[in-house]
C-alpha cells in the first residue's frame, strides 16, 4: 500500500519578522524545509508535494528536484492547502502523509511508525499527538468517557476547562486516501475565513469512523517553529543531536 507525503509550506511566517521565506530559515546550516523534505522522502520512499505560496520560487530554487509542487495561491488555511493537491495525487496512493515544513526536528521513523500503525487501522486518520506543559499554541485533543479521538479545539477556540488539556495536536497525520478527497470538500469555512485541517478529525467521528492517535515518544521533535526563539531551540536541539551522532540524517 503506497503514501505520498504533503508537506505545508505556503505560509508567510509573519513572526518571523524577516523577509525570507519562514521555512528557508536554516536549522544547523540547512534550511528547515530540507529536513521536512527529507524525512518524508526517507518515510514513504517517494517524493512528497511540497504546498508552496509565499516566497515559492525561492523555496522551489532551494529544494529542486527533490519534490513535487503545487501553489496554494490565496492562504486560506491547511484544509484549503492540502485540498490543492487534489488534483495532482487523487489515486496515485493509498494513504496521504500530510505534515509542515516548519517541524525540522520531526524524524523519518517517527512518520514510518505514523505510517504502519495506520495501515493496520481500520480508520481514515491517524495523527501523532504529544504530551507537553507549554502547548505552544497547539491545539487540544478531545476525547470521549472511552478514550476515543473526538475532535481537535485550536487553542483560540477552546474553553478554560480545554485549555487544561495536556494531550496537543502535533500536525502530523496519515489519512487514508479514499476518504481524504471526499472529507476536505465538507470542511466548513471558518469566522476567520479559512478552511482547518483538523476539523476532519469531526467529520470522521460524524461518519461513525475511528480517529486514532499515536503520542510522540520524543516530544523534542514536534517542535513547531512560529518565532525567532523557536528557531533559536531547534537549532539548539539539531546541534546537540549532530553532537552526538554526526552522520545523523532526518
Known amino acids: 500500500m503506497s503514501t505520498i507525503a504533503i508537506i505545508l509550506a505556503a505560509g508567510k511566517g509573519t513572526r518571523m519578522?524577516?523577509?525570507?521565506?519562514?521555512?528557508?530559515?536554516?536549522?544547523?546550516?540547512?534550511?528547515?524545509?530540507?529536513?521536512?523534505?527529507?524525512?518524508?522522502?526517507?518515510?514513504?520512499?517517494?517524493?512528497?508535494?511540497?504546498?508552496?505560496?509565499?516566497?515559492?520560487?525561492?523555496?522551489?530554487?532551494?529544494?529542486?528536484?527533490?519534490?513535487?509542487?503545487?501553489?496554494?495561491?490565496?492562504?486560506?488555511?491547511?484544509?484549503?492547502?492540502?485540498?490543492?493537491?487534489?488534483?495532482?495525487?487523487?489515486?496515485?496512493?493509498?494513504?496521504?502523509?500530510?505534515?509542515?515544513?516548519?517541524?525540522?526536528?520531526?524524524?523519518?521513523?517517527?512518520?514510518?511508525?505514523?505510517?504502519?500503525?495506520?495501515?493496520?487501522?481500520?480508520?481514515?486518520?491517524?495523527?501523532?499527538?504529544?504530551?507537553?506543559e507549554d502547548p505552544r499554541g497547539f491545539g487540544r485533543v478531545l476525547r470521549d468517557q472511552e478514550n476515543n479521538v473526538i475532535a481537535i479545539v485550536e487553542e483560540a477556540d477552546?474553553?478554560?476547562?480545554?485549555?487544561?488539556?495536556?494531550?496537543?495536536?502535533?500536525?502530523?497525520?496519515?489519512?487514508?486516501?479514499?476518504?481524504?478527497?471526499?472529507?476536505?470538500?465538507r470542511i466548513e469555512v471558518s469566522p476567520k475565513g479559512e478552511y482547518y485541517l483538523t476539523d476532519l478529525v469531526e467529520i470522521a467521528v460524524a461518519d461513525g469512523l475511528p480517529v486514532q492517535a499515536i503520542i510522540a515518544s520524543d516530544p523534542t521533535e514536534t517542535l513547531g517553529i512560529n518565532t525567532r526563539e523557536h528557531l533559536a531551540e531547534a537549532n539548539a536541539i539539531m546541534a546537540t543531536r549532530l553532537k552526538y551522532n554526526p552522520t545523523l540524517s532526518p
Not at 528547515?32 to 517524493?47: C, G, I, L
Not at 474553553?159 to 489519512?175: D, H, K, V, W
Request: charged share 15%; net charge positive; aromatic share 6%.
Open 158 to 185: 477552546a474553553t478554560p476547562e480545554q485549555l487544561a488539556i495536556r494531550e496537543l495536536n502535533a500536525g502530523a497525520y496519515c489519512f487514508s486516501s479514499g476518504w481524504l478527497w471526499d472529507a476536505l470538500a
Open 17 to 132: 519578522r524577516s523577509s525570507l521565506p519562514k521555512v528557508l530559515h536554516p536549522v544547523a546550516g540547512r534550511p528547515m524545509v530540507f529536513y521536512s523534505v527529507e524525512a518524508a522522502r526517507a518515510a514513504t520512499n517517494q517524493k512528497p508535494v511540497l504546498i508552496v505560496g509565499h516566497g515559492a520560487q525561492q523555496v522551489k530554487e532551494t529544494i529542486g528536484e527533490a519534490a513535487e509542487y503545487v501553489h496554494q495561491h490565496e492562504q486560506l488555511g491547511t484544509g484549503h492547502a492540502v485540498r490543492q493537491a487534489e488534483r495532482h495525487l487523487k489515486g496515485k496512493a493509498d494513504h496521504v502523509l500530510v505534515i509542515s515544513a516548519d517541524m525540522p526536528l520531526l524524524a523519518s521513523a517517527t512518520l514510518r511508525q505514523l505510517i504502519s500503525t495506520h495501515k493496520s487501522f481500520p480508520g481514515p486518520i491517524t495523527m501523532l499527538t504529544v504530551l507537553a
